[in-house]
Nanobody, 124 residues
Framework: AQLIESGGGLVQAGGSLRHSCAAS????????MGWFRQAPGKEREFVAA????????YYADSVKGRFTISRDNAKNTLTLQMNSLKPEDTAVYYC??????????????????WGQGTQVTVSS
């Protein structure tokens, strides 16, 4: 499985960024998809996920109302729109492919394919 990320960068607090993740058709068409992030010295944490079946979305409380996850099934692409960014959102962001059925898990160990990671830095 191959996941290729793009986006990220440096932005001031209150700004916006957009991440994309392109997946192979086989991976995209058989997986729930999610975004995780990892700040220096911290564990990788769940950000958002979207189901394979009906596109139901799930968010961490820390990003709810500010971030939007979406999938474009025609392009096999996952997107994370990040608005109202805060300095505490600074991290390396990863897209991931997870279990096809059920509620997408929030633990990173349940995902079996990962993007290369992209840096997001939010300055105060």
């Amino acid at each position: 499985a191959q996941l290729i990320e793009s986006g990220g960068g440096l932005v001031q607090a209150g700004g916006s960024l957009r991440h994309s993740c392109a997946a192979s058709r086989q991976t995209y068409g058989s997986s729930a998809m999610g975004w995780f992030r990892q700040a220096p010295g911290k564990e990788r944490e769940f950000v958002a996920a979207v189901t394979w079946s009906d596109g139901t979305t799930y968010y961490a409380d820390s990003v709810k109302g500010r971030f939007t996850i979406s999938r474009d099934n025609a392009k096999n692409t996952l997107t994370l729109q990040m608005n109202s960014l805060k300095p505490e959102d600074t991290a390396v962001y990863y897209c991931a492919a997870g279990p096809r059925f059920g509620t997408p898990p929030r633990n990173s160990g349940s995902y079996n394919a990962w993007g290369q990671g992209t840096q997001v830095t939010v300055s105060s």
